[in-house]
């Protein structure tokens, strides 16, 4: 017997007699109704294939699977059990291929034959596989995933030379992925590497697959939301020269990149949140035009990311000291040593008047708290302002605007950025420093 036929029939034999092969299989009962005792049962497991998975196949869909329906006819109830044996042999063989490995098998439970109208009518309980689980139940977070963002040019030019757009956005796309999966909040799906992936599921499914891997296929998770955008960039100038000293003059303002990213709840289509961040070819400091392009497209990453965090998921407290010691539930590259956060106690809901919809709760700003630490889940912190008294598990924590921190002088001063390391050469050109 060839092994992939071995398979079947231990799967069938497994739910047949109850011996639990998978123990977290899913069971569903279905009835189905058909011309002949084939069709009625084809009909019962496309029905339980539509309620595990929520989806109504289509006409042509359902006219493909049932087309072999008459190729085996029983009448009435005068078919011998050997002979409804096989056929149930060959439709378990056919219902795993058609349900792309979804029915793991299934056992009829009552059939009735109508000798007036001719009709069979048929209760099967069907085996489906049980959530594979590796690590957290993914379920436990909203699933979230990248997906494209438009670009309208090709190359950009930064400080005279060229440079391929798609490059920046890959490094952007990237960068988005590592901050939202860091952040722990969601459940982040792959949509990159599709190829690889069903790559492997293939080979899951191949004849020397085992029934425990094969009770693995069919698991892929759909997304809930779904982050996308467009990107528009703009050519950096080389800078101007001072024509008596030969020196590049300081630049206030050099607008690179203008990222527009929604997020859309991908079963509807809503738009959940949509926002806009701007770069600014002066916040950094580079040696090459790489480096410029990597730590633009982090920057952008990491001001998406927090604001996609800031409106769904925020930062908060997870454990407060009587000292002011807070733990804050983010860590990886979410938040950094040396940040100082804002943080809020939250009072009572407030309702839209016109919907009834929770708007948010009231939020009480009670202090400041100085990031010390960063491990890969967690942050550590203290007070910096405020009344370690009023610090409570569950206080939201964000990052605050530049002026406020800024004009509070007893908050510790960060070091100031690195200013830009675009000079004038000695000839009146300009030393770019790459």
Request: charge should be negative; aromatic fraction near 8%.
């Amino acid at each position: 017997m060839a092994p992939r036929l071995i398979l079947f029939v231990a799967l069938f034999l497994g739910i047949l007699y109850g011996n639990a092969l998978f123990a977290e299989d899913t069971l569903v009962t279905a009835q189905g109704t058909g011309r002949s005792y084939r069709a009625a049962v084809n009909e019962a497991l496309i029905a339980a294939l539509e309620q595990q998975t929520g989806f109504q196949l289509s006409s042509s869909q359902r006219s493909q699977l049932t087309a072999s329906d008459d190729a085996v006819s029983l009448t009435g109830d005068a078919e011998s059990e050997e002979n409804r044996q096989e056929l149930h042999d060959a439709i378990q063989m056919e219902s795993k291929k058609w349900s792309e490995g979804r029915i793991q098998g299934y056992q009829v439970t009552d059939s009735q034959y109508d000798a007036a109208t001719g009709i069979y009518t048929v209760e099967v309980q069907v085996s489906f596989p049980g959530k594979y689980v590796v690590g957290n139940d993914p379920d436990n977070r909203r699933r979230m995933a990248v997906g494209s963002f438009y670009m309208k040019a090709s190359t950009v030019g930064i400080y005279g030379a060229s440079v391929d757009t798609s490059t920046w956005a890959e490094m952007f796309s990237n960068a988005l992925n590592v901050q939202l999966t860091q952040s722990r909040k969601f459940t982040m799906l792959d949509r990159r590497f599709e190829s690889a992936v069903k790559e492997e599921l293939r080979k899951m499914a191949g004849e020397n697959a085992s029934p425990a891997d094969a009770a693995r296929l069919c698991q892929r998770l759909g997304t809930d939301y779904l982050v996308l955008g467009t990107i528009m960039f703009c050519d950096v100038p080389v800078p101007p020269v001072n024509p008596y000293t030969g020196k590049a003059l300081p630049v206030a303002s050099a607008p690179f990149v203008d990222v527009t990213y929604r997020v859309i709840l991908a079963p509807t289509g809503q738009l959940k949140w949509s926002d806009n961040i701007k770069v600014d070819a002066t916040e950094f400091s580079f040696t090459s035009l790489a480096d410029f392009v990597a730590q633009s497209a982090e920057s952008a990453a990491a001001r998406v990311a927090d604001s996609i965090l800031s409106a769904i998921l925020p930062f908060e407290v997870v454990k407060a000291y009587p000292d002011g010691r807070v733990v804050i539930g983010e860590g990886g590259k979410s938040l950094q040593a040396g940040e100082i956060l804002g943080v809020y106690l939250l009072g009572e809901e407030v309702f839209d008047t016109r919907t009834g919809e929770v708007l948010d709760a009231l939020e009480e700003r009670v202090g400041m708290v100085l990031i010390e630490r960063v491990t890969e889940k967690l942050s550590y912190g203290r007070l910096v302002e405020g009344d370690p008294a009023r610090l409570a598990v569950g206080a939201r924590v964000r990052r605050e605007p530049s002026y406020l921190l800024e004009s509070n002088p007893a908050l510790p001063q960060t070091a100031p950025a690195n200013p830009s390391q675009v000079r004038g050469g000695t000839g009146g050109g300009v030393l770019l420093p790459f």
